[in-house]
């Protein structure tokens, strides 16, 4: 997969991390990058489409959906985190609405177009999916669920020629981390690692410096080895010569 002529599509583009795949995919010169956003956002680079795309709104995603003809990357970055301790259950069905029923959303909205050529769907996720931080134990669980929701599609969709890679960041240097006094990467860093390991095609993406340090463990895991294993059980038959 090369970012290079590719259609891109970011949610949460406005700030953060997505707002610097925007930035970068430009760089690497994509043809075209649809940039989701809440509010009315511009871009002073012609090859930005600016999409207004909650990603809790069915309606919005439905119009979103209307206006992609053709899609090389769905990138679903918008997330949220918020303050919460385990007994605060609204808190948690907050978090899922964004973290794991947005991104199951957009993913179903736009998986017809996906599937019509070689595509790449990016899940930006978090440590925080393959191991719990007891100091935000709901923001874990809202990234937990579309890890397992990430791994399902990569077997199910790799028949159809659609690879799904999960992004699994440290500690990044925006909003979402503002209170947090510890190292953080850069957002722009952060785009450039998650775009190299995009086109190395790597399944798992550790995109800063403390996920980097478990990335060969994580390769070498049992947990990845079972993952292959059940991987295995799907019926990986092209739709097109099982209906012959
Ligand atoms: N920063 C980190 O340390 C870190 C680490 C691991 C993973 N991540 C993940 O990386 C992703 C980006 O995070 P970030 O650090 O860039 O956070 P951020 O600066 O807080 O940006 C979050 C983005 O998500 C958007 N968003 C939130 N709810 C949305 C919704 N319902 N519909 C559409 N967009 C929505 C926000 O839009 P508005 O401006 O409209 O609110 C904003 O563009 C998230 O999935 C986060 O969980 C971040």
Do not use: C
């Not at 069915?58 to 985190?81: F, M, P, Q, T, W």
């Not at 609405?97 to 017809?112: E, K, M, R, S």
């Not at 935000?136 to 199910?156: N, T, V």
């Not at 890679?165 to 990044?172: A, D, K, M, Q, R």
Request: charged share 25%; aromatic share 6%.
């Amino acid at each position: 997969m090369k970012i290079a002529d590719s259609t891109v599509l970011v949610t949460g583009a406005n700030r953060g991390i997505g707002k610097a795949l925007v930035e970068e995919a430009l760089r690497r010169g994509a043809k075209r990058i649809y940039a989701g956003a809440r509010q009315a956002y511009a871009h002073a680079d012609r090859r930005v489409t600016p999409l207004i795309l909650d990603i809790t709104d069915a309606e919005r995603i439905r119009a979103a959906v209307e206006k992609v003809d053709a899609l090389d990357i769905l990138i679903n970055n918008a997330g949220i985190s918020v303050q919460n301790d385990l007994s605060d259950r609204a808190a948690l069905e907050r978090l899922l609405a964004v973290n794991l029923f947005g991104t199951y959303d957009v993913t179903q909205a736009f998986l017809p177009v996906l599937t019509r050529s070689r595509t790449a769907i990016v899940n930006i996720l978090s440590l925080a999916s393959i191991a719990a931080v007891p100091f935000d134990p709901l923001y874990s669980i809202s990234k937990a669920a579309p890890f397992s929701l990430s791994q399902s599609l990569r077997a199910l969709l790799a028949g159809k020629g659609v690879s799904v890679h999960i992004v699994l960041p440290g500690p990044i240097d925006t909003d979402m981390t503002r209170g947090l006094d510890i190292p953080k990467a850069s957002p722009e860093s952060t785009a450039r690692a998650i775009f190299d390991g995009v086109e190395k095609g790597e399944e798992e993406i550790f995109p800063d410096p403390m996920s980097e340090a478990i990335a060969e463990g994580w390769r070498n895991s049992a947990l990845k080895e079972l993952e292959r294993q059940f991987a295995a059980y799907v019926d990986q038959t092209p739709v097109k010569s099982k209906a012959q």
